[in-house]
C-alpha cells in the first residue's frame, strides 16, 4: 500500500453486485494489481467513450483493508455521466478501468484509540462504513457513534448490517437522521443536523473524539460549523465534500 | 446548482496531484501565500467546473494552485502556495 510513486490505470472485473436501495449500489471488484487500502480512501473511476471522451469521478471504498474485493458503493444519479453506467448499465464480469487507492487524510486505522464520531449524509456514508467495517473486523473496542442523516427510511444505506453492527455490544452507537419523511414507529430523529441533535449525540469534546464528516458539501460544512461552535478543535475534525447529489441528504 | 454546492475540497484532487507529484499528497500542507493560513491539502477549497481545476485557500479564498491538463502536457501554476511541507514517504 504504498502512497509513494504514481499510480497506473488498471482494470477491475465486477464480481459481485449488492443493491443497496433503489438508488444506491455496492460493486465488488476483483483488481489484480492491488495492494491494499485504508479505510476512508478512495478510487477514481474513468469511462471512455467509443469517441474518445473520458469521464473521471471519485468513489469511495466501502470494504473494509481486510477484505480481498473492492468495494465501491454508487450512488446513480440520473443527470450523472459516470454513475447511471455503474449503477444499471455494468453487469458481473465486465471490467472498469480505475486507480487507487487515493488519499491519506480522511483515513482513519485501528490503534487510534479516541472515541470515534462519524457523521454522514447520503452515500457519504461509505467511507464511514469502511472505517467501522474495518473497526468490527479487527475487534476494535473503539467508543464509536456515528450519526447518519437519509432523506427517508428506503434510502438508507447498509441499514441491516448497521442495526447488526449496533447491537454487537463493542462500543458502536448508531444514530439515524430522516430528512423528508416520519415513518410510524420510527424511533430516530426526522430532520436536519442541528446544535440539538449534535448536543445530544457527539462525544463531550473533552473526550478529544476524532471526527470524520462526509456527504453534500452543504451537509459537511453545516455539521462541521456545529461542531466548531461547540468548541471542537477544527484541527480534530476531518471532512470530505462531494458537491451536491441532485438533492440534499 | 449554486458555487457553494460545487464547491469540493482537496481529498477530490488526490488522483490528480498523485499525478503531478507522483505521491500522496493530500495530507502535505501547504502555506498560503496570501494569508499564511496553513492548511492539510485535504481541506483547501477546489473547483473542478473551471477550465481545469482552481484551487483556494479556505481561510482567504485566495487562489493557492491551478491545474490544466490536455493534449497530453500539465500546466500547474503554483504561485499561491508560499511553501509545501510533507512527510519522507519510504
Known amino acids: 500500500m504504498t502512497s509513494r510513486g504514481p499510480l497506473a490505470w488498471q482494470f477491475g472485473t465486477l464480481a459481485d453486485i449488492v443493491q443497496e436501495t433503489p438508488r444506491v449500489a455496492s460493486l465488488y471488484f476483483d483488481i489484480p494489481e492491488w495492494h491494499g487500502h485504508l479505510a476512508g480512501q478512495h478510487v477514481d473511476v474513468r469511462l471512455t467513450a467509443e469517441d474518445g471522451y473520458v469521464a473521471e469521478r471519485s468513489y469511495?471504498?466501502?470494504s473494509p483493508p481486510e477484505d480481498p474485493r473492492?468495494?465501491?458503493?454508487?450512488?446513480?444519479?440520473?443527470?450523472?455521466?459516470?454513475?447511471?453506467?455503474?449503477v444499471g448499465e455494468l453487469r458481473l464480469g465486465?471490467?472498469?478501468?480505475?486507480?487507487?487507492?487515493i488519499g491519506g487524510f480522511f483515513v482513519w486505522r485501528v490503534g487510534d484509540d479516541r472515541p470515534l464520531f462519524l457523521i454522514g449524509?447520503?452515500?457519504?456514508?461509505?467511507?464511514?462504513m469502511a472505517m467501522l467495517r474495518h473497526r468490527g473486523r479487527m475487534r476494535s473496542k473503539t467508543p464509536a457513534r456515528l450519526l447518519y442523516s437519509s432523506r427517508t427510511l428506503a434510502d438508507i444505506i447498509y441499514r441491516a448490517e448497521l442495526d447488526s453492527l449496533?447491537?454487537?455490544?463493542?462500543?458502536?452507537?448508531?444514530?439515524?437522521?430522516?430528512?423528508?419523511?416520519k415513518p410510524d414507529g420510527w424511533k430516530g430523529f426526522?430532520?436536519?443536523?442541528d446544535q440539538a441533535m449534535m448536543q445530544e449525540v457527539a462525544w463531550p469534546k473533552e473526550q478529544m473524539p476524532a471526527v470524520f464528516i462526509c456527504g453534500p458539501t452543504t451537509f459537511v460544512e453545516a455539521s462541521a460549523s456545529l461542531l466548531v461552535a461547540m468548541g471542537y478543535p477544527p484541527a480534530a475534525i476531518k471532512t470530505e465534500r462531494f458537491g451536491a447529489t441532485g438533492g440534499s441528504a | 446548482m449554486t458555487m457553494d454546492e460545487m464547491r469540493l475540497d482537496g481529498n477530490a484532487i488526490g488522483g490528480l496531484l498523485r499525478e503531478i507529484f507522483a505521491m500522496e499528497m493530500?495530507?502535505?500542507?501547504?502555506?498560503?501565500?496570501?494569508?499564511?493560513?496553513v492548511n492539510e491539502l485535504a481541506?483547501?477549497?477546489?473547483?473542478?467546473?473551471?477550465?481545469?481545476?482552481?484551487?483556494r485557500c479556505p481561510a482567504c479564498e485566495a487562489v493557492l494552485m491551478r491545474v490544466v491538463r490536455g493534449r497530453g502536457r500539465y500546466w500547474v501554476d503554483m504561485t499561491g502556495v508560499r511553501c509545501l511541507e510533507f512527510a519522507e514517504q519510504a
Open chain 1, 70 to 86: 473492492v468495494a465501491l458503493t454508487v450512488e446513480r444519479l440520473d443527470d450523472g455521466e459516470v454513475s447511471p453506467y455503474l
Open chain 1, 121 to 128: 449524509g447520503g452515500s457519504g456514508v461509505v467511507p464511514l
Open chain 1, 166 to 181: 449496533a447491537t454487537a455490544g463493542d462500543g458502536l452507537e448508531v444514530y439515524h437522521t430522516l430528512t423528508r419523511e
Open chain 2, 43 to 55: 481541506r483547501v477549497q477546489v473547483y473542478v467546473h473551471a477550465p481545469g481545476t482552481v484551487v
Open chain 1, 60 to 62: 469511495s471504498i466501502a
Open chain 2, 26 to 37: 493530500t495530507s502535505s500542507l501547504g502555506t498560503c501565500a496570501h494569508c499564511g493560513a
Open chain 1, 94 to 101: 465486465d471490467r472498469v478501468e480505475l486507480r487507487g487507492p
Open chain 1, 190 to 193: 426526522t430532520r436536519r443536523v
